[in-house]
């Protein structure tokens, strides 16, 4: 599924998300105190700065991966 989603698509996907609860949680009467802003802040940045340290594109090729693809046959991988 994450496979055709770019990181900005989840990334907003996230922020609406935390901003829908966000305003069911002020409609429902929740108490907007200090530490109540202080955990939604938490809730809303850190989730995705950890996706985007996480998120990286594919793994450089190994020096073994790149030795193989040049020392096979051509023919190898016709079948």
Do not use: H, K
């Not at 994450?2 to 989840?10: C, F, K």
């Not at 802003?37 to 594109?57: D, I, K, Y």
């Not at 090729?61 to 020392?71: G, I, P, R, S």
């Amino acid at each position: 599924m994450l496979n055709n989603m770019s990181r900005a698509r989840l990334l907003g996907t996230w922020f609406a998300a935390v901003a829908v609860v966000f305003a069911c949680s002020v409609i429902a009467g929740a108490p907007m105190t200090v530490g109540a802003l202080e955990l939604w802040l938490v809730v809303c940045l850190v989730p995705p700065a950890v996706m985007l340290l996480v998120w990286r594109g594919a793994p450089p090729e190994t020096v073994a991966e790149l030795l193989y693809a040049v020392n096979r046959p051509l023919d190898e991988g016709r079948q």
